[in-house]
């Protein structure tokens, strides 16, 4: 149990495009979701916590206006990075605190992640 | 906010030999601690994790250590395989009122040599 699915796992755009990532729980219901930035030979960066049918909570630093978080289901979150820029390359990875008979626990389970290149 | 420390950034070992990678923590109201292994370009997988009200852990060859006094935890490795071989990153909680977030350190390439 408790996995976690990213769609697309990579994506080239150009710059000043828009992308959107998926992150999906197959099996479980995730009320709070979060999203991770890690650029190479780094550790994860929290970027935002997502909570179901609320608006994102962003960490210090990071831009709401340009990283979009949407949590409209029990199951789904979505980011997306606005006129994205070579900047904004990097590895996005979300996850999901999973529930233990019935009690939200501070587990987290990860998705595999998506590559970003803006050229 | 929780600080995590994490050392050395890199540990080499032979084949069939132990490994030890401690971590560090600043928030003294952190009660969770997880080990995540990481593969080039994967997801971290969570290998083992830890609660305050508990000092030791162990599943297989893999095993966790707490020390709340001290503010640290050790992940210990026993029978050290080639697949062993990945980055593991350390994490402690961090609270927020009904929030619950993860520290993460920044993590420790472990190499076993063949």
């Known amino acids: 149990g408790a996995v976690v699915s990213q769609h697309p796992s990579w994506v080239i755009c150009k710059s000043g495009t828009s992308v959107k990532i998926e992150c999906r729980s197959l099996?479980?219901?995730?009320?709070?979701m979060f999203w991770y930035r890690q650029f190479p030979k780094q550790s994860l960066m929290l970027m935002a916590t997502?909570?179901?049918?609320?608006?994102?909570?962003?960490e210090q630093g990071v831009e709401k206006d340009k990283f979009l978080i949407n949590h409209a289901s029990l199951t789904l979150s979505t980011l997306t990075v606005t006129s994205a820029h070579p900047e904004d390359s990097s590895f996005y990875i979300c996850?999901?605190?999973?529930?233990?008979?019935?009690?939200?626990?501070?587990?987290?389970?990860f998705g595999p992640g998506t590559r970003l290149t803006v050229l | 906010g929780e600080n995590v420390e994490q050392h050395p950034s890199t540990l080499s070992v032979q084949e069939g030999d132990s490994a030890v990678i401690k971590c560090t923590y600043s928030?003294?109201?952190?009660?969770?601690f997880p080990w995540y292994k990481q593969e080039l370009g994967k997801r971290p997988q969570l290998i083992i994790d830890?609660?305050?009200?508990?000092g030791e852990k162990k599943d297989q060859r893999i095993a966790v250590t707490l020390n709340k006094t001290a503010k640290h935890f050790s992940l210990h490795i026993t029978e050290t395989q080639p697949e062993d071989s990945a980055v593991y990153f350390c994490?402690?909680?961090?609270?927020?009122?009904?929030?619950?977030?993860?520290?993460f350190g920044k993590g420790i390439t472990l190499s076993v040599r063949p």
């Open positions: 099996d479980f219901q995730a009320t709070t």
């Open positions: 997502s909570n179901e049918g609320s608006k994102a909570t962003y």
């Open positions: 994490a402690a909680t961090w609270r927020t009122g009904a929030n619950s977030k993860l520290t």
């Open positions: 830890i609660r305050s009200n508990v």
């Open positions: 928030d003294s109201a952190s009660n969770y």
């Open positions: 996850s999901a605190r999973v529930r233990a008979g019935g009690i939200l626990t501070d587990t987290q389970y």
